[in-house]
C-alpha cells in the first residue's frame, strides 16, 4: 500500500466492506518511495483478510477500489493515489500473466517484510519455504523503513 | 543512448507509433511496427467482440512472431538501436482482457510455446493516458473501426498493463503522457533522450512532461 494515512483507512474500510473482512492490520510504516527518490514519502501498512473471493475476484476488487479512490496526483507522478497489492492467499501460487501470488517482489523490500513480520513472522512464504522473519533477515533492502 | 533494443508501450491511443518514428529517426534505428491494418479481423471483431476475438488474437499473435523473430535472426542486431511499438507480451494481455477462460488457455499455452524464442527489449517505454485523453486521440487518427471503443474497454486494458508491468518488475520508463506532444514541443522529446542515456534498474520509474 501506499500513501497518506486517511487513504490508507480509506482502502481498508473499502477493503472490509467488499472483499472480506479485517481481521488484523499492522503499524504504518514510512518508506521513500521505492526505485522514485522525486516522490515524497510513502505510508505502508500490511493487513489480514478472510475472503470468500478467489484471488481473480480479490484482484478486480481491488483494482476497482484503488480506482474509486481516484487518480487525483497528490503523488506526483503517481498513476494512482494508492497502491493496493496481494501479498499471499492462504499458501496458493498463483502465475497469471497479471496476477502472480505470493507477490514476487515482496522478498526484497522491507515495507512489506517489516510489516508482516510484525503480524506473522513464523508463516512460511510457499516458494521459498522461509518464514517471513527469515525473509526479512535476508532481505538487502537499504530504503529506511520507520514505523509510525 | 544505454539500450540497444527499447519498445514503446501504451493502451490504444496512447501514441505509441508516433513516438517510436520520432525515436527511430533520431537514433536511426531500425523501426518494428504493428501491421494492425492487416488483420482482417480487427474491425469485425470491434463490431462482434465475442465471435472474432480468438482470430482476432491469433492472428495478432502469428504476424507478431514472424516480424519479432526476422529480428532475431539478423546479424545486426547488437550492432544497431531497435525501436518496436509493440511488446510480445501484449498478444497474452489482450487475449486475457478479450477471451473467455477456456480459449485464453489455449491461447496461453501456443504463447508460452513462442513467448520464449522471441527477443525482450531491454527497456520498456510505457506511455500512461486518461482513457479521456485516448478518446480524443482516437477520435483525431480517425480509424473508422475504431470510433466506438468503450471507455471500459480501455480502462480494463490499461489495468491489465500496469498490473503487468508491476507484477513482472519490467525496467520501465513509465511516462505521464496525458499532455504528451512529442513532435510539437521540443522539451518533451528532450526529457525522453534524457533518460534513454541513463541505467536504469528493474521496475518502474516515472516520468512527467511539462
Same mark, same amino acid.
Given at each position: 500500500?501506499?500513501?497518506?494515512?486517511?487513504?490508507?483507512?480509506?482502502?481498508?474500510?473499502?477493503?472490509?466492506?467488499?472483499?472480506?473482512?479485517?481481521?488484523?492490520?499492522?503499524?504504518?510504516?514510512?518508506?521513500?518511495?521505492?526505485?522514485?527518490?522525486?516522490?515524497?514519502?510513502?505510508?505502508?501498512?500490511?493487513?489480514?483478510?478472510?475472503?470468500?473471493?478467489?484471488?481473480?475476484?480479490?484482484?478486480?476488487?481491488?483494482?476497482?477500489?484503488?480506482?474509486?479512490?481516484?487518480?487525483?496526483?497528490?503523488?506526483?507522478?503517481?498513476?494512482?493515489?494508492?497502491?493496493?497489492?496481494?501479498?499471499?492467499?492462504?499458501?496458493?501460487?498463483?502465475?497469471?500473466?497479471?496476477?502472480?501470488?505470493?507477490?514476487?517482489?515482496?522478498?526484497?523490500?522491507?515495507?512489506?517484510?517489516?510489516?508482516?513480520?510484525?503480524?506473522?513472522?513464523?508463516?512460511?512464504?510457499?516458494?521459498?519455504?522461509?518464514?517471513?522473519?527469515?525473509?526479512?533477515?535476508?532481505?538487502?533492502?537499504?530504503?529506511?523503513?520507520?514505523?509510525? | 543512448?544505454?539500450?540497444?533494443?527499447? @519498445?514503446i508501450e501504451g493502451n490504444i491511443g496512447a501514441g505509441k507509433?508516433?513516438?517510436?518514428?520520432?525515436?527511430?529517426?533520431?537514433?536511426?534505428?531500425?523501426?518494428?511496427?504493428?501491421?494492425?491494418?492487416?488483420?482482417?479481423?480487427?474491425?469485425?471483431?470491434?463490431?462482434?467482440?465475442?465471435?472474432?476475438?480468438?482470430?482476432?488474437?491469433?492472428?495478432?499473435?502469428?504476424?507478431?512472431?514472424?516480424?519479432?523473430?526476422?529480428?532475431?535472426?539478423?546479424?545486426?542486431?547488437?550492432?544497431?538501436? @531497435?525501436?518496436?511499438?509493440?511488446?510480445?507480451?501484449k498478444?497474452?494481455l489482450f487475449?486475457?482482457v478479450?477471451?473467455?477462460?477456456?480459449?485464453?488457455?489455449?491461447?496461453?499455452?501456443?504463447?508460452?510455446?513462442?513467448?520464449?524464442?522471441?527477443?525482450?527489449?531491454?527497456?520498456?517505454?510505457y506511455l500512461h493516458s486518461p482513457v479521456?485523453k485516448l478518446q480524443?486521440n482516437i477520435?483525431?487518427?480517425?480509424?473508422?473501426?475504431?470510433?466506438?471503443i468503450?471507455n471500459?474497454y480501455l480502462y480494463t486494458l490499461q489495468e491489465t498493463y500496469t498490473?503487468?508491468?508491476?507484477?513482472?518488475?519490467?525496467? @520501465?520508463?513509465?511516462?505521464?503522457a496525458s499532455?504528451?506532444?512529442?513532435?510539437?514541443?521540443?522539451?518533451?522529446?528532450?526529457?525522453?533522450?534524457?533518460?534513454?542515456?541513463?541505467?536504469?534498474?528493474?521496475?518502474?520509474?516515472?516520468?512527467?512532461?511539462?
Amino acid at each position: 500500500m501506499g500513501n497518506s494515512s486517511a487513504q490508507l483507512k480509506k482502502a481498508k474500510s473499502l477493503i472490509n466492506k467488499q472483499v472480506g473482512k479485517v481481521s488484523r492490520a499492522s503499524a504504518f510504516y514510512s518508506t521513500a518511495a521505492w526505485g522514485n527518490t522525486d516522490q515524497p514519502d510513502f505510508l505502508n501498512q500490511v493487513i489480514v483478510i478472510s475472503t470468500k473471493l478467489n484471488p481473480a475476484e480479490v484482484l478486480d476488487t481491488i483494482l476497482s477500489i484503488e480506482k474509486s479512490m481516484g487518480r487525483i496526483r497528490t503523488v506526483k507522478n503517481a498513476p494512482r493515489i494508492i497502491d493496493i497489492d496481494i501479498l499471499f492467499y492462504e499458501k496458493e501460487i498463483i502465475n497469471e500473466i497479471d496476477l502472480i501470488i505470493p507477490h514476487p517482489l515482496m522478498q526484497e523490500r522491507k515495507f512489506v517484510l517489516i510489516p508482516l513480520n510484525e503480524l506473522s513472522p513464523n508463516f512460511i512464504h510457499p516458494v521459498f519455504k522461509k518464514n517471513i522473519h527469515e525473509l526479512l533477515r535476508n532481505c538487502k533492502d537499504k530504503l529506511p523503513v520507520q514505523k509510525k | 543512448m544505454k539500450y540497444s533494443f527499447v @519498445t514503446i508501450e501504451g493502451n490504444i491511443g496512447a501514441g505509441k507509433t508516433t513516438l517510436a518514428n520520432i525515436l527511430s529517426k533520431h537514433f536511426d534505428a531500425r523501426l518494428v511496427l504493428e501491421e494492425f491494418a492487416e488483420n482482417p479481423f480487427l474491425p469485425k471483431f470491434y463490431q462482434n467482440p465475442d465471435q472474432y476475438a480468438f482470430p482476432l488474437e491469433l492472428f495478432f499473435m502469428a504476424e507478431r512472431y514472424k516480424q519479432l523473430k526476422d529480428l532475431l535472426h539478423s546479424n545486426d542486431l547488437f550492432q544497431n538501436i @531497435t525501436v518496436s511499438d509493440y511488446l510480445f507480451t501484449k498478444c497474452l494481455l489482450f487475449a486475457k482482457v478479450n477471451l473467455p477462460e477456456e480459449e485464453f488457455r489455449l491461447y496461453q499455452k501456443l504463447f508460452d510455446i513462442i513467448n520464449p524464442q522471441i527477443i525482450q527489449p531491454d527497456l520498456l517505454i510505457y506511455l500512461h493516458s486518461p482513457v479521456s485523453k485516448l478518446q480524443e486521440n482516437i477520435k483525431k487518427r480517425n480509424r473508422s473501426f475504431e470510433q466506438d471503443i468503450p471507455n471500459d474497454y480501455l480502462y480494463t486494458l490499461q489495468e491489465t498493463y500496469t498490473q503487468y508491468i508491476k507484477q513482472h518488475n519490467i525496467k @520501465t520508463l513509465f511516462i505521464d503522457a496525458s499532455n504528451a506532444d512529442f513532435i510539437g514541443n521540443p522539451k518533451h522529446l528532450e526529457i525522453v533522450l534524457e533518460a534513454l542515456d541513463k541505467d536504469y534498474e528493474n521496475g518502474q520509474h516515472f516520468i512527467t512532461l511539462p
